[in-house]
Structure formats: structure tokens, C-alpha cells
């Protein structure tokens, strides 16, 4: 089955720098969310953009989406400390159909 | 409150124990799910049910199990545990069903040892 694939699988920066992940998938797509898992916790969503749509906003959060290039891009700007997790990207074939996950980068944001 | 709850948070266990996740969500979601998240993070869906009724079972062993008595809960049975079952189990449930996905909300997770 489809899953995406993460890139980097690992980022450390020091705080207040940017962080981009990189997320692509291999066929068409109704849309395509982010999350973030916390070591220990569950996963929480922070944004889904749809198949036409190209960029989102959410506070801090950018999300990019190259449906020609099959791919999508985090970037979280004037990282914090507490922004360290995992982040995944998961993408939905067909609507109403399940999300399919990525392997996640670990991203880890240094005081 | 929490939206999704799971219990229990621990689980250890010997091979060839029977077990249960049980999942409660208190958003009023029509769909819910199981997923297992292996030791690399891998995260792969297991079952998905709308309003009670399974929509998705992908290639689970028969050991597997969901039930949902009602469409505020999925639990997960287990029969014969192995070595291999060890993970982290998530419940997840979403207010769309058939015709969109939509955003999915996570419990906290299950972790299973089987020793």
C-alpha cells in the first residue's frame, strides 16, 4: 500500500532556526495531513491540506503540496524547544479511504 | 475530558496470552480505528469501523480481533500473543466516514510487551 516517506529521518537545530521536512507519496491523493507525536503520546494533528491546494498557514506551521512532484513540506519557523517530536505525514488515496503513514522525522529542537 | 481514551497504557504479557485494548471515544465520531506503531515508529492501520460496522481489516492475523459494541467504542482482543505482537497500539477516531477522511484524533497508546 501507498506511504509516504519522510526526509530528513532525523533534524536537530538550535532554537529559534527553521525546520523543513520533507514528505512524498507515490500515487494521486485526496488530501495530505501532518501530525506530531511526542515521545510517549499519541498523535495530534496539526494541519491537512487538499489535493488543490498548494500552500497553508497555521501559526508557526507551513505546509507546502507539489501534487506534480508528489510531495509535501513542514516548515516550522522560530523553532522552540517544545517543538521537539516526531512528525509524520500521512496521505489519503481516495476520499473516505484510510491514512497512510510516513516513518516520521524525529526532529529535536536545542535551547 | 479526554477525547480518546485507551486502556490499558501498559501491557506485558507472556506469548500465548489472550488480551484486550479497550478504546472510548467521547467526541461522537462515527469512525474509529486501530493502529500498531512498531519500535522503528512505523505506523500501519490494523481496523477501521464506521458506526459499529468494519470498513477496513487490513491483512490482520485472525489472532486479531476488534469489536465495537457501540460506535463510542473499539476494543482490540488478541488471542495467542507472539514475540512479534510487541508494539504500541493506537486508537484513533474521526468525525467523517465515507466520503472524507477528514483529521483523525489519537488516544495515547497501548504499549504491548510480550515476553
Known amino acids: 500500500s501507498q506511504q509516504g516517506e519522510e526526509d530528513p529521518q532525523a533534524l536537530s537545530i538550535q532554537e529559534g532556526e527553521n525546520a523543513t521536512m520533507n514528505c512524498s507519496y507515490k500515487t494521486s491523493i485526496n488530501n495530505l495531513q501532518w501530525y506530531r507525536q511526542n515521545s510517549g503520546r499519541g498523535l495530534v494533528h496539526l494541519i491537512l491540506i487538499r489535493s488543490n491546494e498548494r500552500e497553508k498557514h497555521s501559526g508557526r506551521l507551513r505546509v507546502t503540496l507539489d501534487t506534480s512532484k508528489k510531495s509535501s513540506s513542514l516548515l516550522i519557523t522560530a523553532s522552540r524547544a517544545a517543538d521537539t517530536a516526531s512528525y509524520f505525514c500521512a496521505t489519503e488515496e481516495n476520499a473516505g479511504n484510510m491514512l497512510t503513514f510516513g516513518g516520521g522525522t524525529r526532529l529535536m529542537v536545542k535551547p | 475530558d479526554t477525547a480518546v481514551s485507551q486502556t490499558p497504557k501498559y501491557l506485558v504479557t507472556q506469548m500465548g496470552n489472550d488480551k484486550s485494548i479497550k478504546c472510548e471515544q467521547n467526541l461522537g465520531h462515527d469512525t474509529m480505528y486501530w493502529y500498531k506503531q512498531d519500535s522503528k515508529k512505523f505506523l500501519k492501520i490494523m481496523f477501521s469501523?464506521?458506526?459499529?460496522?468494519?470498513?477496513i481489516n487490513e491483512t490482520v492475523p485472525n489472532r486479531f480481533s476488534p469489536k465495537s459494541p457501540d460506535k463510542a467504542h473499539l476494543n482490540l482482543h488478541i488471542n495467542s500473543l507472539e514475540l512479534g505482537d510487541s508494539a504500541v497500539y493506537f486508537c484513533?477516531?474521526?468525525?467523517?466516514?465515507?466520503?472524507?477522511?477528514?483529521?483523525?484524533?489519537f488516544g495515547e497508546g497501548s504499549r504491548l510487551t510480550v515476553l
Open positions: 469501523y464506521n458506526n459499529k460496522e468494519l470498513i
Open positions: 484513533a477516531s474521526s468525525p467523517r466516514g465515507f466520503d472524507d477522511t477528514g483529521e483523525l484524533f
